[in-house]
């Protein structure tokens, strides 16, 4: 089976532009959770979503948002950014529904300027 | 809330040596107990967890490690360390029946040395 696939790879954008970047979990997999990973602040949880429906959300700002399609694919938004979006962005997805091995993909490497 | 605290930042260790990383947790709930690896430039991969049964969990690569309920600690062990395990090493909990969210220590850097 393929991996967990993020696109793009690296991005680099401007203050108060947005972005969107992509998901695709292993095949078979229903669960999608999205991290946020900065020197700083270590690995933060952003959202989770499972069958298309937001299960867990983490204490970021409205700014940050999240859908999955019924193929599983995932998205997140972030829009406004900040210096501080800078930071890379993890997906990972799992087969079934809670406490389950996750599988992670390397990740997009947002850079905001 | 649950909260995880890897207390070394960095371990250096010689190549052959035994290697220890420290994890602990705190929360008012029972949690899962997890460690995953991140070499350069990659995700974060799986090594071991603990759901329930013996203390003692075996991993990956060679990892151990052993659930401590009484002093809410998780420590990874491994008896002797190569080259190829310099990565940086993450503790982890989760809620039992609270999805697949993780809540992530703020990391060990292993080094290992010739």
């Known amino acids: 089976k393929a991996g967990v696939t993020q696109t793009p790879r690296y991005l680099i954008k401007t203050r108060g532009q947005q972005v969107t970047l992509s998901c695709s979990p292993i095949?078979?997999?229903?669960?999608v959770s999205w991290y946020q990973q900065t020197p700083g602040q270590g690995l933060q949880f952003l959202f989770e979503y499972f069958s298309e429906t937001q299960r867990n959300k983490g204490n970021f700002p409205g700014r940050f948002s999240g859908r999955q399609f019924s193929n599983s694919r995932s998205e997140m938004n972030v829009s406004t950014l900040e210096l501080g979006d800078s930071a890379l962005y993890l997906c990972?997805?799992?087969?079934?529904?809670?406490?389950?091995?996750?599988?992670f993909g390397s990740g997009t490497q947002l850079s905001v300027l | 809330a649950q909260s995880v605290t890897q207390l070394d930042s960095q371990v250096p260790v010689f190549e052959e040596a035994p290697v220890e990383l420290r994890c602990n947790y705190s929360s008012s709930v029972s949690v899962y107990l997890f460690w995953y690896v991140q070499y350069p430039n990659q995700g974060l991969q799986l090594l071991l967890k603990y759901l329930s049964g013996s203390t003692l969990v075996k991993g990956i690569n060679g990892f151990e490690a052993e659930f401590n309920k009484s002093q809410t600690s998780f420590h990874l062990r491994k008896p002797s360390v190569h080259i190829s395990d310099t990565a940086e090493y993450f503790c982890?909990?989760?809620?039992?029946?609270?999805?697949?969210?993780?809540?992530f220590g703020t990391g060990t850097q292993l080094k290992v040395e010739l």
């Open positions: 990972a997805s799992a087969e079934g529904p809670t406490n389950e091995k996750l599988f």
């Open positions: 095949s078979g997999h229903r669960s």
């Open positions: 982890a909990v989760s809620v039992p029946g609270g999805g697949n969210k993780l809540t």
